[in-house]
């Protein structure tokens, strides 16, 4: 809400971007074309336009001799903020790179749980987005996201026990082996291509299994050990309690 309240005026912007509020300027993008020797860059602002239920995104872009305004139209619903640009240039584009520092009027923010420490690390992040071209075709992804500044960990997101098996979604922080064993449990063994999500599985052993079906009405409570070898660095680990029969 505060960098709702610093947007720049719709007749300022049209003056002179520059005569913006400094809380306005909330980031900076460039664009790489072949068409020219060098990027396009320039700031990117809050906007207001009037009775508009939020500010537009507006970048512009500048260089050898040219400025393109592009104009995001920006939305807010059950917490997550977009920006849609319904108009650009009819041109090729190679890279494209925007920088939403954070601050005091950052255009981003969290909205995370206390059991979280509103903390982005650890958590499964992920930027939808669509891309839809002059002749109609349309690109829909869904990018992973990673934090910078967190410390590499393994965190169990979610653990679900059905029957037999436990299964366990569990954050690592690059490519590389994931392991899991607990007392009573089969060994469990996953590669990770990445940084991402990983779900291992892992069941009752035949004996376990079988001491409990002896005994009727009791589980097995039993803590899984995790360790995780990455491609580089050290290796991690993270334990979690299942119960289980």
Same mark, same amino acid.
Request: glycine share 12%; charged share 25%.
């Given at each position: 809400m505060t960098t709702l309240q610093k947007a720049c005026t719709e007749a300022q912007f049209d003056v002179n971007p520059a005569g913006c509020p400094a809380a306005s300027d909330v980031g900076t993008a460039s664009a790489h074309t072949p068409i020219f020797s060098h990027p396009l860059t320039g700031p990117a602002y809050f906007v207001s336009h009037g009775g508009q239920a939020? !500010?537009?995104?507006?970048?512009?872009?500048?260089?050898?001799?040219?400025?393109?305004?592009?104009?995001?139209?920006?939305?807010?619903?059950k917490g997550i903020t977009s920006s849609i640009f319904r108009s650009v240039p009819d041109a090729p584009i190679t890279d494209f790179e925007l920088k939403l520092p954070a601050g005091p009027y950052s255009i981003l923010g969290t909205n995370l749980p206390a059991s979280a420490k509103y903390s982005l690390c650890g958590q499964k992040l992920a930027m939808p987005t669509a891309f839809v071209g002059q002749n109609g075709a349309e690109i829909h992804?869904?990018?992973?996201?990673?934090?910078?500044?967190?410390? !590499?960990?393994?965190?169990?997101?979610?653990?679900?026990?059905?029957?037999?098996?436990?299964?366990?979604?569990?954050?690592? #922080?690059?490519?590389?082996?994931?392991?899991?064993?607990?007392?009573?449990?089969?060994?469990? =063994?996953?590669? =990770? #291509?990445r940084a991402g999500t990983v779900t291992v599985k892992l069941t009752l052993t035949k004996g376990e299994a079988a001491f409990l079906a002896r005994h009727h009405g009791r589980k097995l409570k039993t803590t899984i050990e995790l360790r995780f070898t990455p491609k580089k660095g050290s290796k991690l680990k993270a334990t979690t309690t299942v119960l289980i029969g």
């Open positions: 939020f !500010p537009d995104l507006e970048i512009v872009l500048q260089g050898e001799g040219i400025t393109l305004i592009l104009d995001g139209n920006t939305d807010i619903k992804e869904s990018t992973p996201i990673s934090v910078e500044g967190c410390k !590499p960990a393994v965190r169990v997101l979610r653990a679900r026990v059905k029957g037999r098996t436990a299964t366990l979604e569990v954050s690592v #922080p690059a490519a590389g082996r994931l392991v899991a064993t607990g007392g009573g449990l089969s060994k469990a =063994a996953r590669k =990770a #291509p």
